[in-house]
Nanobody, 125 residues
Framework: QVQLVESGGGLVQAGGSLRLSCAAS????????MGWFRQAPGKEREFVAG????????YYADSVKGRFTISRDNAKNSVYLQMNSLKPEDTAVYYC??????????????????WGQGTQVTVSS
């Protein structure tokens, strides 16, 4: 069983920064791609960023490109999301997830098999 635990959420003013962390249990973390998703109130969950097993390839939603950076540390079984220049529309619960299928786009939620419980990010204007 794999457990994913997010942390680092909170309240920040527009233009500020936050760094989210996701700690994974299990010995095979480095074998899998990882992703960050978010869900705002009344909206569907959406893709934010993804990273392949080595960290050599990253993928971003257009809405966060240039502001957010995904990274990972396989020695620490962790993946991170550095969020800069935050906007009120970034307010959401942020989830990390393990990409269980090697094929398929990182933005496709159906390719992920384990999800964390989420961490709230609130950006005030």
């Amino acid at each position: 069983q794999v457990q994913l635990v997010e942390s680092g959420g909170g309240l920040v003013q527009a233009g500020g920064s936050l760094r989210l962390s996701c700690a994974a249990s299990g010995r095979t973390f480095s074998n899998y791609g990882m992703g960050w998703f978010r869900q705002a109130p009344g909206k569907e969950r959406e893709f934010v960023a993804g990273i392949n097993w080595s960290g050599g390839a990253t993928y971003y939603a257009d809405s966060v490109k240039g502001r957010f950076t995904i990274s990972r540390d396989n020695a620490k079984n962790s993946v991170y999301l550095q969020m800069n220049s935050l906007k009120p529309e970034d307010t959401a619960v942020y989830y990390c997830a393990r990409k269980g299928l090697y094929s398929g786009r990182y933005a496709n939620q159906d390719t992920y098999d384990y999800w964390g419980q989420g961490t709230q990010v609130t950006v005030s204007s």
